[in-house]
Every structure is written in C-alpha cells, then in structure tokens.
Nanobody, 123 residues
C-alpha cells in the first residue's frame, strides 16, 4: 500500500476543496479508508472514514454536513469534498488505510498513511 494525497491549497473562508488519495497497490478495494488532520501544535484528529465498499461513512462532528467522503475502487482513490471551509479547518490532511475494511475513528486502526497535504483557509 502506498498512499499519495493531493488537492490541498489556499482557499478563502466559505470556499471548497476536494482532496484525493490514490493507492498504488492492489488491495485498495478491501481497505477501509480514513482522513485525519493535524493543525500546528495540535494532536492529529479524525475527520472522516469510509468502509471498503463505500456503503458506510462517518464524520467528526466538526465537519458533519460540510465534508463528504467517497471512494472509487476502480481508480484506487478516496476523496474528501470539503465545502463551507472555515479557518479552523486549516491543517495538514492525511489519508490512511485500515486493513480491516471498516470505518473507524481511531488512528490505531490504520496501518498505512499518506504523506499529507496542506489545507489553508484564510482571507
């Protein structure tokens, strides 16, 4: 499993971004996938996760209703659509893979991590 996250950048408050995370391996469709973020000086925190088939998702309360996670197993890619962005969403966003295939809010469920992509929300 090799995860490559992309799509970060600078956006104004209220704007949108879509993050992508592509796996170069052959087992992507069996893994649960998650997005986490880490702001400067803070712990890494859960954002969203999706199970192997895409039938189940969950979100942190802070992003519920604004972010949407999805996946395309044919493209080995998971997405995070982020709308109505706020300055407090500023962080490095990491994608991660859970070999058990299910959703999880715990960092300890994820064995593989991407390198992170920086999202900055500022006017």
């Amino acid at each position: 499993v090799q995860l490559q996250a992309s799509g970060g950048g600078l956006v104004q408050p209220g704007g949108s971004l879509r993050l992508s995370c592509k796996d170069s391996g052959r087992t992507f469709s069996t893994y649960g996938m998650g997005w986490f973020r880490q702001a400067p000086g803070k712990e890494r925190e859960f954002v969203s996760s999706i199970n192997w088939s895409g039938s189940t998702t969950n979100y942190a309360n802070s992003v519920k209703g604004r972010f949407t996670i999805s996946r395309d197993n044919a493209k080995n890619t998971v997405y995070l659509q982020m709308n109505s962005l706020k300055p407090e969403d500023t962080a490095v966003y990491y994608c991660a893979a859970n070999p058990m295939g299910q959703v999880s809010t715990s960092r300890h469920s994820y064995y593989y991590w991407g390198q992170g992509t920086l999202v900055t929300v500022s006017s």
